[in-house]
């Protein structure tokens, strides 16, 4: 039997203990499938990818994802480039472009423990709503010619902590929709989603702004969140475990400590997540900055970069949604650090516009993977009433990008973007390495 055709029958019987192990020989290695069989294997391996998107509410909860990253994503880049015009300054960008950073760090605690506790759909509309609100402040001051940098830091303020409330919500609601069975394929179809948008949404919204202004693309922001909490309505409530209530919350936030120092496994793919944040994303949320002090280019050319990343995450999703146990899924994320590091690297290597789009998608890939798989297996190895409060200490990474984005913008201002690309990889690479080498229990992480 051919190797091919033994692939195929593992794809369509992969839990089968009984299933022989099929004699090989010259001949059948140099043997094909039938086309049928080949398409029998894709529906198999298509099937297993996506089968969450079975459940109705989880393709409800899905789309919501959808709509309100697509909305986030589109202010980000939105964002950027009008502080950048109207400042011209890196620093005062970086500093608005990580402004939701302290407010998320202080209510992430507060959202997990919240989630643990309360209806999460109520907690997802009410983070949407108050997004719209902030979209439709900054459009009016935008009309009504009024818009000062300060304005766009005070909603990244506020965006910060309606993400923190609403993300470990959305995924601890995940294991009620789908069962526990297929909370890592969930998660990571979940982080598709949130790819797709870093895809559309950047390009969609740099694309909006070269034509239209920001006028424009903080309008078609305010649609994609209108539509962001609509559909999350069509959502039935989703209730935490009962046992959950019964301590108060400032119990429920030490509680969550307390299960995270008898975790260790947790414990080890909370910090390396951590980490990486803090050495991968400030060159991602700052990619206005490095792209026009590196390549030159208008909006629409800032949207495409950003759009590649996009890709790549669409990529690392796939991949992380059809990965099972026993398929050294632990290699797999603690791969991210060194794709994210090799790409940058040669961006820095090679200052072009067309290497940056290349590599860009092994940036999205990297980071993807560090926050996709990291969080389907921190949800496999996490008990359900804790799961809303491990969901809010991984989202503590974006609270802790201040640490890396300040002195990212300085180094840009005070020594260029080239340099500070040079600086930002190396030290992205080292930690990777020293990571995988400290690591032995989440290398062998299947």
Known sequence: MGVRKRLFLALRNPTDPNTPAPESSDADAASTLPRSEHKSALRVWTARTFESLENRDFRILWLSMLFTMGGFQMQMIARGILVFDL?????????????FAPSLLAVSLFGGALGDRMDRRLIIQIAQFVNLVAAGIILILLLTDSIHWIHMFFVSVGQGAMF???????????????????VGNAVALNAMAMSL????GPFIGGL????GGPEAAYIAVSVMMAAGFLVTGMIPKMYPPENAKKE??????????TYVRGNSMVRLMLVFSIMLALLSMPFRMMIPVFAKELYDVDPSGVG???????????????????LRKGQRRGWVLLSAGGVAGLSMLAMAIFPIYIVAIIFMIGVGFGETIRW????????????????GRMMSL?????????????????????????????????????ATVIFIVMSPRLRRFS
């Open 164 to 182: 923190a409330l609403q993300m470990p919500a959305r995924q601890a609601a995940i294991p009620s929709l789908v069962g526990k069975d297929r």
């Open 248 to 257: 108060t919350v400032f119990q429920n936030i030490k509680g969550g400590f």
């Open 208 to 211: 909006i702004y070269g034509l």
């Open 87 to 99: 400042t011209g300054n890196a620093t005062i960008t970086a500093v608005v472009s990580m402004g």
């Open 372 to 387: 996709g798989l990291g969080q389907a297996l921190i949800m496999e190895a996490t008990d359900d009433e804790y799961r």
């Open 197 to 200: 948008m870093n895809v559309a």
């Open 394 to 430: 991984l989202m503590m990474s974006f609270g802790v990008l201040p640490l890396a984005m300040l002195p990212a913008g300085y180094a840009v201002d005070r020594f260029g973007a080239e340099a500070t690309l040079y600086g930002m990889t190396i030290l992205l690479l080292v």
């Open 304 to 322: 495409i970069l950003a759009m590649m990343i996009g890709l790549g995450g669409i990529a690392a999703s796939v991949l992380a949604a059809s």
